[in-house]
T-cell receptor
Framework: EPEVTQTPSHQVTQMGQEVILRCVPI?????FYWYRQILGQKVEFLVS????????KSEIFDDQFSVERPDGSNFTLKIRSTKLEDSAMYFC????????????FGPGTRLLVL | TQLLEQSPQFLSIQEGENLTVYCNSS?????LQWYRQEPGEGPVLLVT?????EVKKLKRLTFQFGDARKDSSLHITAAQTGDTGLYLC????????????FGPGTRLSVLP
C-alpha cells in the first residue's frame, strides 16, 4: 500500500541552524502539506502546496519557513534559523486532489532544537 | 477560526466494554476524518465522513457525522487492548481539503 515517507526520523540541531525536513508523498497525489505537533499538544497545520506553489499557510508559517518540491518526488520543509520553540514532530501529508477529503500522513520527523 | 473539541480527554475502560468519544465544533465542516495516533508516530487514517448524518462502520468501530456537519462520534464495541491509543478528529476547513483542523484528541486506555 502506498505511503508517505519522511526523513530523517529524528533531527537534533543547535538554535540558529538551518534544517531541511524531507518527505516523499504518495506518488499520484497532487496536494502536499506540512503539520507540526509540539509535545503534548494538538496537530497544527503549517502549509499546503499545490502546482509548485503555496496554496495556504497558517500564522505559524512565517518567513523562517519555506517549502519546495525540488524534483518529482520530494517535498521539503526548510527552517532557516531554528528556535527552541521549533522543537516538535513535523508531519508531512498528501492528498489525491484539491477536492479530496482525505490526507495521508507520514510517520513524522522529531526535531529537537538545543 | 474553526475549532474542534473532543471529549472526553482521557478514557480508561476494561476490555470488553463499549465506549463513545465525541468531536464537536460550532463550525460546519465539509468533511471529518478520524485518525488514530500512537506515541511518536504519525496519525493513521481510520475513516472519512462527508455527508451529514452519515454512519460508517469499520469492524467494531462506528463513526457518525452529525446532521449539521458540526460534530461526529466514534463508538467502539467490545473494546480490546489493541484499541489503546490517541483518537484524533480532524475537519476539512473552509477551503476543501486544504487546511485540516485537528482536535486535541481522546486518549483511550483499554485495560485487560
Amino acid at each position: 500500500e502506498p505511503e508517505v515517507t519522511q526523513t530523517p526520523s529524528h533531527q537534533v540541531t543547535q538554535m540558529g541552524q538551518e534544517v531541511i525536513l524531507r518527505c516523499v508523498p504518495i506518488s499520484n497525489h497532487l496536494y502536499f502539506y506540512w503539520y507540526r505537533q509540539i509535545l503534548g499538544q494538538k496537530v497544527e497545520f503549517l502549509v499546503s502546496f499545490y502546482n509548485n506553489e503555496i496554496s495556504e499557510k497558517s500564522e505559524i508559517f512565517d518567513d523562517q519557513f519555506s517549502v519546495e518540491r525540488p524534483d518529482g518526488s520530494n517535498f521539503t520543509l526548510k527552517i532557516r534559523s531554528t528556535k527552541l520553540e521549533d522543537s516538535a514532530m513535523y508531519f508531512c501529508a498528501s492528498s489525491a486532489s484539491i477536492w479530496s477529503e482525505t490526507q495521508y500522513f507520514g510517520p513524522g520527523t522529531r526535531l529537537l532544537v538545543l | 477560526t474553526q475549532l474542534l473539541e473532543q471529549s472526553p480527554q482521557f478514557l480508561s475502560i476494561q476490555e470488553g466494554e463499549n465506549l463513545t468519544v465525541y468531536c464537536n465544533s460550532s463550525s460546519v465542516f465539509s468533511s471529518l476524518q478520524w485518525y488514530r495516533q500512537e506515541p511518536g508516530e504519525g496519525p493513521v487514517l481510520l475513516v472519512t465522513v462527508v455527508t451529514g448524518g452519515e454512519v460508517k462502520k469499520l469492524k467494531r468501530l462506528t463513526f457518525q457525522f452529525g446532521d449539521a456537519r458540526k460534530d461526529s462520534s466514534l463508538h467502539i464495541t467490545a473494546a480490546q487492548t489493541g484499541d489503546t491509543g490517541l483518537y484524533l478528529c480532524a475537519g476539512a476547513g473552509d477551503n476543501y481539503g486544504q487546511n485540516f483542523v485537528f482536535g486535541p484528541g481522546t486518549r483511550l486506555s483499554v485495560l485487560p
